[in-house]
């Protein structure tokens, strides 16, 4: 619907109703936002990770077999624990 406007008794001007346009950096913007949080989260997330790393408790670090025989098949436990916040991860573990 436009808007039939009289000015001065003789002019006429027919104006159109204002439409409200959407920001084409509205979409951007929040996109931009959802990407900061995300960062802000992961970042913070890996400050704390070192802050309190991973710390390996091993009771007992080497076991004496004595003398075996070739054939004789052996083995032993060893109890680790992890005492820190963080996961610890144990890799390429080789015997002696």
């Known amino acids: 619907m436009t808007n039939l ?6 002019n006429v001007r027919l ?4 439409v409200k346009r959407s920001n084409p950096f509205t979409a951007h ?3 931009l ?3 900061i949080v995300c960062f802000a989260i992961g970042f913070l997330g890996a400050v704390a990770a070192l802050a ?3 710390r390996i408790i091993i009771s007992q ?9 070739e054939m004789t098949p052996f083995s032993h436990d060893f109890i680790v624990k ?3 916040k963080t996961t610890l991860a144990i890799a390429d573990v080789k015997p002696s």
Do not use: D, H, Q
Not at 15 to 18: N, Q, S, T, V
């Open 5 to 10: 406007l009289i000015e001065n008794g003789l």
């Open 15 to 18: 104006e159109a109703p204002k």
């Open 29 to 31: 913007r929040s996109l």
């Open 33 to 35: 936002t959802v990407f």
């Open 52 to 54: 309190e790393p991973p």
């Open 61 to 69: 670090t080497g076991y004496n077999f004595g003398e075996l025989s």
């Open 82 to 84: 992890n005492s820190g």
